[in-house]
């Protein structure tokens, strides 16, 4: 061991009439540790919220959709031939999508209806997955039958609209062919055959789907689509598959993918995070100016040793370099102290779930956690540099002490 640790260590042990040297720096280290857990466990919750919401909003949507510029598209088919010949798509299917009204006999609602195709769309979205009650078989016309084509709502949708399974509703459409008894806006009747619950409150009090066929029906487009839904094996590698596909398809055929389409959401979000993490350092910075005190008191405490250690060679280097030692040994410790809580800490909110979010104001039901090894790195060198700079200045006090002053007294 190098003598300047061995000294190092011997005055973090503080004897009977420096106890007070003692707390502080006991103090130092809680400051550092207390500050690295609210970072670990801030940006962990973060980084949880961004990744969930990015979990629910790509499974109820497609990575990358294909529209048509100025009209509806009527060569879908030769478009889902091409789109999937395309090097890293895994599905495609073609969908509707417009606004509307949907009425009970006690409710009204504003929502979003699309039109999807129950044999591909379980491949490019979840909704399979997010249905609590009825199956993908159930949407649509059924021939030679009266009862009117199934809609799928969301639960909380139903319960707005009080509502339950095979309970018939109204769609009313502010496009589409004119009324049969003349002008107006053109209605249906569908029944309700399944209810889903995506885990978002926006979706599920806004979304309502039918059949494909269902919608061209409703809204008169004949055998046009709004456009074609597109799932992709890589989601961070979507902006070069729409490039190929918007080689492939060329003019009038434009495309948009889920980064596009969520650009403010997730700039907003990780807005967020660079901001409280540069608030929460500043709790580590804090706790450094407890690294600075102590390493003052211990300088002004030990000018004797410094003077005699000086008298028997040390360079002021090597007296500068006990004293960062020490204020790093302080820092060292907290941000273990700190990692280990913030990691506890994570694991039971991610366990437990014991704090409960409304879910119509966060969109989900509980505080998700996602713990991220770049995260502990960034933070560690955050603390761990706060700290460093923390003993710069006593260190260089105490390099400068002048042996014949400390000692003439003596």
């Not at 889920?258 to 409280?276: D, H």
Request: with cysteine.
């Amino acid at each position: 061991m190098r003598y300047e640790l061995f000294i190092s260590l011997r005055y973090l042990k503080a004897k009977r009439k420096q106890i007070f040297i003692s707390v502080i720096t006991f103090l130092s280290i809680g400051g550092v540790g207390l500050g690295v857990m609210a970072l670990v466990v801030v940006l962990s919750v973060m980084r949880g919220f961004e990744d969930d919401l990015k979990t629910k909003i790509l499974g109820t949507n497609a990575h990358l959709v294909i529209l048509q510029h100025g009209a509806s598209m009527r060569e879908y088919q030769e478009v889902l031939r091409k789109v999937k010949k395309v090097e890293g798509v895994v599905a495609a299917t073609p969908f509707i999508f417009t606004q509307s009204m949907i009425t009970s006999e006690s409710n009204a609602h504003g929502i979003l209806l699309r039109g999807i195709d129950p044999a591909t769309a379980g491949r490019v979205i979840n909704i399979g997955t997010a249905l609590k009650k009825g199956t993908l078989d159930n949407l649509g016309e059924k021939e030679n039958s009266s009862d009117p084509p199934g809609i799928f709502i969301g639960k909380e949708l139903a319960q707005n609209l009080g509502v339950m399974m095979d309970d018939t509703v109204v769609v009313v459409s502010p496009t589409g062919a004119l009324a049969p008894m003349g002008m107006g806006p053109p209605m249906k009747k569908f029944k309700v055959k399944g209810l889903f619950d995506t885990g978002m409150y926006e979706y599920d009090t806004s979304l309502a789907y039918i059949s494909l066929r269902s919608a061209q029906k409703f809204l008169g487009l004949g055998d046009a689509v709004s456009g074609v839904e597109v799932k992709v094996r890589d989601i961070y590698g979507v902006k070069d598959i729409a490039r190929k596909i918007q080689k492939q398809l060329g003019f009038p055929f434009w495309t948009k993918d889920w980064m596009q389409m969520n650009r403010s959401l997730f700039a907003a979000l990780k807005l967020e995070r660079t901001v409280m993490f540069i608030i929460l350092v500043l709790i580590v910075l804090v706790a450094a100016f407890g690294i600075v005190s102590t390493l003052i008191l211990v300088v002004m405490e030990k000018n004797k040793d410094i003077a005699i250690l000086k008298s028997m060679g040390a360079t002021a280097r090597s007296i500068m370099r006990i004293f960062i030692l020490e204020g790093l040994i302080i820092g060292v410790v907290g941000t273990i102290l700190g990692l280990i809580g913030g990691y506890v800490i994570c694991r039971l909110l991610a366990a437990y779930q014991f704090i409960s979010l409304p879910r119509d104001v966060y969109y989900l039901s509980h505080l998700p956690v996602k713990m991220d090894g770049m995260d502990f790195i960034l933070i560690t060198l955050a603390a761990m540099g706060i700290s460093f700079l923390a003993t710069l200045y006593p260190s260089w006090q105490a390099s400068r002490l002048d042996p014949a002053e400390a000692l003439r007294y003596e």
